[in-house]
């Protein structure tokens, strides 16, 4: 053994250019393979299934920030529909109270017409009653110069 370590140290050079070529074999001889998964001298993968699970994973994860951002905005413009149906909603709320409001004015009109038209000749009535009668005897003679004198005399 002590001749080996003997040999060893005459023969530095030699020993660290053989162990180069071993590992450049080792190299070399074991497959690498790049993210497509084809042979490669160096690459970052042993096999060739690993390199094809990693790039199934990486399109996983393409997939899923696309399905992400798609459900997002979906989420978003079904929100914005819900706010403007919400809106429209109570819109034609607003119509349909009102339009209740008028036809029940309307019902109300229709049901108090008879007695509105009975109270209206009541004060047609009335109104004539209303009138001046005099028990005067209506004068005869000039209406003219009548009318003249009443003027002069309120001057």
Sequence with gaps: MKELLANIKKNKWF???I?????????VITP???????NVLI???YT??????????????NWETNNVTNLTSRIVSLQKDNKNIKEE???LQDQVKSLTDK???QEHFYKNKDKLETEEKK???SNVSKKEIRNDRPEFGNSFSKAIKKTKIDL
């Design 15 to 17: 020993v660290i250019f």
């Design 19 to 27: 162990t180069i070529f071993i590992f450049a074999v080792f190299l």
């Design 32 to 38: 690498h393979y790049d993210k497509d998964g084809k």
């Design 43 to 45: 690459g970052q993968y």
């Design 48 to 61: 060739e299934r690993s390199a094809r699970l990693d790039k199934k994973v990486k399109e996983l994860e």
């Design 89 to 91: 909603n109570e819109n």
């Design 103 to 105: 036809l029940s004015q």
């Design 123 to 125: 004060v047609m009535f």
